[in-house]
C-alpha cells in the first residue's frame, strides 16, 4: 500500500509509522510531485489538492485530511471517484477551547489595558475589569470543539445556551436552540461564541437582523470559519455600537489584508487563524491515523471521522 503525504511530518512520527507499518509504503513530501500518481492512501492538510491531483491519482482510495475543514478541496470531483475521505474532528478542542477562553478572560479581566499600562510604565486601577461567571454564553456549533467550551464556561458558572441545525441535545448546553429560532435567544445572551464549519446551512448564518437583537454590551467571538458572517455587516454592528466587542480568528478573506479597518478599530481583536494551532497537533492526529489505516489495511472502511464529501462534514 503506498501512503503519501504531500507534508513532510516530525522525524519521530515518521519513525512511529513506520515501525507501526514496517511492510507499507510511505512516501513524505513537502509538496505533491508526481508519486501522487502512485498513491493508494493520501494524508494532506487539504488546501493543496486540486482537481487535477485528483484526477491524475488512479489508484487513490481514501483522503486522510489533517484538519477539520474541507472547504477547500475539489469535494464534487473526489466523490465521483469514489475516493474515502476522513478528517481529524475532535483533536481542535482543547487548543481552541482553550483559546477561546483565554480571550474571554482576558476581555473580561482587563488584559489589554494591564499590558498597556505596563508599556507605559503607568500604574492605573482605573481599570473596568467585569466577571464572567452569572454570564450566558451562546455557542454556536456544540459538537466536540463546542462541547469543550461549554465544559470550560460551565466550571466558571457560566450559563451555556448551544444553537446547531436540529436543535436536539448537546453536552454541556444547559439549553438548546435551532438555527431556525436563533435571533430569539440573542437578546438574553452576553457572548456568542462561533466554531461552526463553513457548509451551505452556516454561510452567512448571521446577518444584520442577528447582530441588531445582540445586546450592545455583548462580545461576540467567531473561531469557526469566517464565512459565517459578511465582513461589511460585522464591521457595520461595531462602528454602530450595536454590539461591544468582537475576537475574530477567521475572516471572510484570509489573510486578512493590510489595509483594513479591523486592524485599527479599538473594539475588535484580530488573531491570525491561530486558534487551533498546537505542538501536539499532528500528534494527535496521527492517533487517529493509526487506528484508521489499521482498520483500512483489514479491508474495513468505516474509518473515524469518515466525511460525505457532497455535505462537506
Known amino acids: 500500500m503506498n501512503i503519501y503525504f504531500t507534508f513532510d511530518p516530525r522525524p519521530d512520527l515518521k519513525e512511529d509509522l513506520v515501525k507501526s507499518f514496517p511492510d507499507q509504503e510511505f512516501v513524505f513530501?513537502?509538496?505533491?510531485?508526481?508519486?501522487?500518481?502512485?498513491?493508494?492512501?493520501?494524508?494532506?492538510?487539504?488546501?493543496?489538492?486540486?482537481?487535477?491531483?485528483?484526477?491524475?491519482?488512479?489508484?487513490?482510495?481514501?483522503?486522510?485530511?489533517?484538519?477539520?475543514?474541507?472547504?477547500?478541496?475539489?469535494?464534487?470531483?473526489?466523490?465521483?471517484?469514489?475516493?474515502?475521505?476522513?478528517?481529524?474532528?475532535?483533536?481542535?478542542?482543547?487548543?481552541?477551547?482553550?483559546?477561546?477562553?483565554?480571550?474571554?478572560?482576558?476581555?473580561?479581566?482587563?488584559?489589554?489595558?494591564?499590558?498597556?499600562?505596563q508599556k507605559q510604565q503607568e500604574w492605573s486601577r482605573k481599570h473596568k475589569s467585569t466577571e464572567i461567571q452569572g454570564t450566558t454564553a451562546l455557542i454556536l456549533g456544540p459538537g466536540a470543539i463546542g462541547g469543550e467550551i461549554g465544559r470550560l464556561l460551565q466550571a466558571f458558572g457560566v450559563k451555556t445556551i448551544g444553537c446547531n441545525r436540529s436543535g436536539h441535545t448537546a453536552a454541556y448546553m444547559d439549553e438548546m436552540v435551532d438555527f431556525a429560532n436563533l435571533e430569539s435567544v440573542l437578546p438574553q445572551v452576553d457572548t456568542v461564541i462561533s466554531v461552526l464549519p463553513s457548509t451551505e446551512e452556516t454561510q452567512y448564518l448571521l446577518k444584520e437582523n442577528h447582530f441588531k437583537a445582540m445586546k450592545d454590551t455583548a462580545l461576540f467571538m467567531?473561531?469557526?470559519?469566517?464565512?459565517?458572517?459578511?465582513?461589511?455587516?460585522?464591521?457595520?454592528?461595531?462602528?454602530?455600537?450595536?454590539?461591544?466587542?468582537?475576537?475574530?480568528?477567521?475572516?471572510?478573506?484570509?489573510?486578512?489584508?493590510?489595509?483594513?479597518?479591523f486592524w485599527t478599530m479599538d473594539n475588535i481583536t484580530v488573531s491570525p487563524h491561530i486558534?487551533?494551532?498546537?505542538?501536539?497537533?499532528?500528534?494527535?492526529?496521527?492517533?487517529?491515523?493509526?487506528?484508521?489505516?489499521?482498520?483500512?489495511?483489514?479491508?474495513?472502511?468505516?474509518?473515524?471521522?469518515k466525511i460525505d464529501p457532497l455535505k462537506g462534514y
Open 29 to 117: 513530501q513537502n509538496r505533491i510531485d508526481d508519486g501522487l500518481k502512485n498513491a493508494d492512501i493520501v494524508v494532506t492538510y487539504g488546501e493543496d489538492l486540486t482537481e487535477k491531483h485528483v484526477d491524475e491519482a488512479e489508484h487513490l482510495q481514501w483522503i486522510m485530511v489533517c484538519s477539520a475543514g474541507l472547504e477547500k478541496m475539489p469535494l464534487k470531483e473526489i466523490a465521483e471517484k469514489g475516493i474515502v475521505v476522513s478528517n481529524v474532528r475532535g483533536i481542535h478542542k482543547t487548543p481552541m477551547a482553550e483559546s477561546v477562553l483565554a480571550h474571554l478572560l482576558s476581555y473580561h479581566r482587563s488584559l489589554p489595558w494591564i499590558y498597556e499600562k
Open 222 to 261: 467567531n473561531f469557526g470559519r469566517g464565512d459565517l458572517v459578511e465582513t461589511d455587516v460585522l464591521k457595520r454592528a461595531l462602528e454602530q455600537k450595536e454590539i461591544a466587542y468582537a475576537v475574530c480568528d477567521v475572516f471572510e478573506d484570509e489573510p486578512l489584508p493590510e489595509d483594513h479597518p
Open 275 to 305: 486558534s487551533s494551532q498546537s505542538s501536539r497537533y499532528l500528534e494527535r492526529s496521527m492517533e487517529i491515523f493509526k487506528p484508521n489505516l489499521e482498520k483500512w489495511l483489514k479491508g474495513k472502511q468505516d474509518v473515524t471521522n
